[in-house]
């Protein structure tokens, strides 16, 4: 198969998450675990610094956790200008404590009312479009 | 094994004037030289006998390109502190670890944009290195990234909006005495606040930094060197850079804590190796990309708690001649301008010298903290002869 995103490659940061965004275009939530001491690494890494190991299991998840932080950005931002229709829109940090509270982003979708830090979402896979730069997302949603 | 403690000083100021972002009529190269020349002058040097360079984040004047124009004998030393605001004071503890081990005598440190030869700000500070997650979900500038740790300090911490407000009002209150100041002419009384713009819940405009075309110099000599010269010195007492374990580029999942500026490290050891604590400290130059963010290295320094955040942070306390803790006293990032904060550092050294426009009467302990919640900073602390 061949990957959006990789077509579409943007550069940046630690680099380690390109099976991140894979399990994405194939539907699946998946985060990073060392294959020999456990522990979660995230965002990715080439090495777990805890015990040296540079072999990572990733493990399908459910997309599910809570609200850790939000904000609502009510101006087109220079690289993200894809969004503009779309302002005033919310981007969610969602910890995941299958995952030892890793804290992945994603766009809220649905009703915003009353948002705040620790209210549970659960997360959908959406495809890879303009607006996320054609990567795969999650967006989150309130569960009510 | 030795310590920066005072082994060198500041002893030369220049600035151009802040221009609106985008209408330099001249690049950032000429814009630097006209700085670098003015701190010479000012410090009674030679621009020839400069023979070190450092800067921080994205800077492209270097020292290659501005030698020419300087006549410069030879470079000797030059480095880039890593990576954005962050590097500010850090930047002088590499100009003083190059004097103390005799790899440079007189080192420039600086900092110059012209938006009008190049692209925004938070676009060119970003050196393409903006970690997907964040594009793909919306998130580009520093001031959404931020925008997350302040809900955190306001929402879970409990820091009250009130404290974001006395921080900018200190800031624009300081910008009316200061000629400089592109902010000089805003009264920012409660209403011009509570109605400014929203830009990343929960900032609105009033709570972000300024962006402008300018440049800013400093030159670092010995102590000894420093005796001699035009100007009273101001010592670089300490200047610590790092991040904490938990820390770094992480994409929002710093651990050990997240909503303030992570310098917490940071400034233990500056006050370990400078022999003082927040208590001792006159006068503070806060690196403001957002007030949150300073407010967070204010807590992170010791100045306030998250319990005392809302009752310490008043207009009252943050401001020059007599508050607790007059900060940013050139208007700072908020109100004077901003080339990426070099402005404070010549602030912090103006009021060790006693000519700073919002002074601070007999002010001998002068902090600048760096870019708050930067992936690396730095914080620093400067001294007048008798805090040696």
Not at chain 1, 100 to 111: P, S
Not at chain 2, 175 to 197: C, F, K, P
Not at chain 2, 367 to 387: I, N, V, Y
Request: charged share 20%.
């Amino acid at each position: 198969m061949e990957y959006s995103f990789e077509a579409h490659k943007i550069i940046g940061g630690i680099g380690a998450d390109d099976e991140y965004w894979r399990s994405l275009e194939n539907n699946e939530f998946r985060l990073p675990q060392c294959a020999k001491c456990g522990k979660w690494t995230w965002p990715a890494h080439f090495r777990c610094g805890d015990c040296g190991s540079w072999d990572f299991n990733w493990v399908k998840l459910e997309p599910e956790g809570n609200i850790f932080s939000w904000t609502r950005s009510w101006y087109a931002f220079d690289r993200v200008r894809e969004r503009t229709e779309d302002i005033p829109y919310i981007t969610v940090l969602t910890e995941i404590p299958e995952a030892d509270n890793a804290r992945i982003l994603g766009v809220l979708k649905g009703d915003d009312t009353g948002i705040q830090i620790g209210l549970p979402v659960r997360g959908s896979i959406e495809p890879p479009s303009e607006k996320t730069k054609f990567y795969p997302s999650i967006t989150w949603e309130i569960i009510r | 094994m030795t310590d920066i403690r005072g082994k060198t000083a500041i002893v030369g100021v220049g600035q151009t004037p802040y221009f609106k972002r985008g209408t330099s009529e001249h690049p950032a190269l000429k814009l630097c030289l006209e700085a670098i020349v003015e701190a010479s002058e000012d410090a009674g040097l030679d621009p020839k006998d400069i023979d070190g360079f450092v800067s921080y984040a994205s800077e492209n004047s270097d020292a290659q390109k501005l030698m020419a124009g300087l006549g410069t004998r030879e470079v000797r030393f030059a480095s880039l502190t890593w990576i954005h605001g962050g590097g500010i004071p850090g930047a002088l503890s590499i100009a003083a670890a190059a004097i103390m081990t005799g790899q440079a005598e007189v080192v420039a440190v600086y900092r110059s944009m012209a938006e009008s030869f190049g692209q925004r700000l938070r676009v060119d500070v970003a050196q393409n290195d903006t970690a997907a997650q964040y594009l793909v979900n919306g998130i580009e500038s520093p001031t959404q990234i931020l925008a997350l740790r302040a809900q955190r300090l306001m929402q879970h911490h409990g820091v009250p909006r009130s404290a974001l407000r006395a921080v900018s009002q200190a800031s624009y209150y300081h910008a009316r005495n200061n000629a400089r100041a592109v902010g000089r002419q805003i009264e920012l009384d409660d209403e011009t606040y509570d109605n400014s713009r929203m830009i990343a819940d929960p900032y609105r405009l009033f709570d972000c930094s300024r962006e402008n075309d300018g440049a800013c110099a400093v030159l670092v000599v010995s102590a000894e060197r420093a005796k001699h010269l035009r100007q009273k010195p101001a010592y670089i007492l300490a200047a610590p850079m790092g991040t904490p374990g938990g820390g770094g580029a992480l994409e929002e999942n710093w651990r050990p804590y997240y909503a303030t500026a992570g310098q917490v490290e940071l400034a233990n050891r500056m006050w370990a190796s400078s022999g003082y604590g927040p208590k001792d400290v006159d006068v503070a130059q806060i690196y403001m990309n957002n007030n949150s963010m300073g407010i967070g290295a204010m807590i992170d320094h010791g100045f306030c708690t998250f319990e005392n955040a809302g009752e310490f942070l008043t207009l009252e306390n943050l401001t020059a001649p007599s508050g607790k803790l007059p900060i940013n006293t050139s208007g700072g990032d908020l109100a004077e301008g901003f080339i990426h904060g070099m402005g404070l550092l010549a602030e912090a050294t103006r009021q060790i010298r006693g000519d700073s426009t919002n002074q601070v009467p007999g002010a001998k302990l002068s902090l600048m903290t760096g870019g708050p919640g930067d992936t690396m900073s730095s914080t620093g602390l400067l001294g007048a002869e008798e805090t040696l």
